[in-house]
């Protein structure tokens, strides 16, 4: 039985591979975030008037520059002083973060359900692994936003895969473990595809609890984040105590475990909920 459900996610793997649809290129605009991001001349002015040619990028950018993050006496009052406010790079990983969103759809409504669900549960995991990496050294908190944005990367090619496959579809078990075997697979082809190979490592490590690296990276702050965004759904129940995860012990963050969350997140909670809401936006 184990072998025919595992030739049968091969076999979604394939059909994936075969429809460049499900493996979707980068959205334009943020393609020339990026291009200006590696300009050696690259500055605000740049960014801003690409970011202001994208009307909901344009809201969303200057409304997280005047959120709680970046509190000010004098808020932004347009794209330009947003992007100063909160920097090139920063700007660039909110971006895509916002863009990711618009790239995948489905006409079946319970796919679409299920790709709702997986984007607002990867931007919890982007918000919480946003605001771990201010606590730990060596970690840019939005490239950390990102890596948790991104983890789940491949999930809705997936799940737009398996309106041909009802019995994997129509059973929360089975779905889950198809995700599981394929996400890290699809994930990494479409981060190569997008020319993020810095996240290549955070896509393949879904779900590796026990990734023991000598040095903290990304890939061991998402797991962590992914932990805590599961407490309160049956996801959590599947996974290790926080303790015994070897990374956890990597990050140095006290000895607060998923009962309370740690205290940061506890500290952070009114800038969780604001960036997870400008995000899901």
Known sequence: MMEEEYGEYDEVFEKILANKSLLPAIPDVGLKILSALNHPNGNVKMFAKIIESDMGLSGFIIKTSRSLRYLTRVPPTGVE??????????????????LSK????????????????????????AVISYFLAGKAQGLASGDAMLAGL???IGVPSILATLDEYPNILQND?????????????????????WGLDEMLGVVESRKNWWLDKEQLGLAELVLIARVHATIGTPEFRACPPLLEIPAFQKLQLGELGPDNTLQILSESKNELAEI?????A
């Open 81 to 98: 002083q947003a992007v100063a406010r909160m920097g090139l790079r920063e700007t660039y990983h909110l971006s895509l973060s916002f």
């Open 102 to 125: 618009s790239v995948f759809h489905s006409s079946n409504k319970q796919i679409e359900g299920y790709i709702k669900e997986a984007y607002r549960f990867s931007t919890k995991v």
């Open 150 to 152: 991104f983890q789940d």
């Open 173 to 193: 078990l089975n779905r889950t473990k198809c995700i599981d075997v394929l996400a890290p697979r699809v994930g990494a082809l479409i981060i190569k595809k």
């Open 276 to 280: 997870e809401r400008l995000l899901a």
